[in-house]
């Protein structure tokens, strides 16, 4: 715990808040991906460079959520604390897998 502190500034009972509003943060940017994308698909963009750019922005978000899930996962292995490691491991999954659906 000593070196959460030291390396990162703050605390594990900190770490602990911060990965559930990153499971609340994800949660609802999966909710989002999967209910309103669909719904902005069949809106009819003017252009393909407002599609492209409307798609653009939705992976550079989804993977700087992903940059934040591996930080946190990293601290978890630091810590050894497995159960979170692995927990961090599916949210990187899910993430990946939008990924792969949208932003190829």
């Known amino acids: ?6 390396k990162f500034g703050f605390k594990k009972k900190e770490y602990s808040f911060n ?7 994800f949660l609802g940017f999966l909710i989002f991906s999967q209910i309103y994308v669909p ?3 069949e809106t009819k963009f003017k252009t393909k460079n407002e599609a492209d750019n409307f798609l653009s922005k939705y992976c550079i978000d989804l993977i700087s959520f992903t940059k934040e899930v591996v ?5 978890a ?3 050894k604390d497995w159960k979170e ?8 999954q899910g993430a990946s ?3 792969s659906n949208f932003c190829k």
Do not use: D, R, S
């Open 19 to 25: 990965k559930m509003i990153m499971k609340k943060i």
């Open 1 to 6: 715990m000593n070196m959460l502190k030291e």
């Open 97 to 99: 897998q939008i990924y």
């Open 77 to 79: 292995a630091e810590e």
């Open 71 to 75: 930080k946190n996962q990293k601290i």
């Open 85 to 92: 490691f692995y927990e961090l491991g599916g949210l990187i």
């Open 39 to 41: 719904i902005f698909g």
